[in-house]
């Protein structure tokens, strides 16, 4: 019997309905105190095929982090890849080695928060075709 139970978890647990559920673009848009325009964009897109991509573009440009990410119940955790700099230190910005958040309609809470950030939901901006 608990063989049949241990099966029946690892199938949902990676169910290809959650990953049509999850995968989307989510993205955190930040204004500017002091005009009203836009900041910073970060956008987080969740693929089906269980790869992540983190994208951050301020007035500075533009840097991105590839990673994976795994769902457990309400919970997406998201693995993120250093960018590897010139004299071999690794970089990883705002993110952590992994993040993990909190999944609810159309958002993504952060639970792990770097002491930098502030606790902001990112909104569904974009869906994924899963099929």
């Known amino acids: 019997m ?5 099966i ?3 199938i949902t647990s990676f169910s290809p309905t959650d990953r ?4 989307g673009i989510y993205s955190i848009r930040r204004k500017s105190h002091y005009n009203g325009t836009d900041w910073s964009t970060t956008t987080l897109e969740i693929n089906c095929d269980a790869t992540a991509s983190f994208s951050r573009r301020t007035h500075g440009g533009l840097i ?5 990410w795994t769902n457990n119940k309400d919970t997406l955790t998201v ?11 690794e970089y990883f910005g705002q993110w952590d080695k992994a993040n993990r958040f909190l999944i609810r ?3 993504l809470t952060p ?3 770097n002491r930098a ?10 869906d994924k075709d899963c099929s």
């Open 105 to 107: 309609k159309n958002r």
């Open 79 to 89: 693995k993120i890849k250093p960018i590897i700099t010139e004299d071999g230190k």
């Open 111 to 113: 639970i792990d928060l």
């Open 117 to 126: 950030m502030k606790p902001e939901s990112y909104k569904r901006t974009g």
């Open 8 to 10: 029946f978890v690892f």
């Open 64 to 68: 991105t982090w590839e990673g994976t």
């Open 20 to 23: 049509d559920e999850l995968a």
């Open 2 to 6: 608990t063989w049949i139970n241990l």
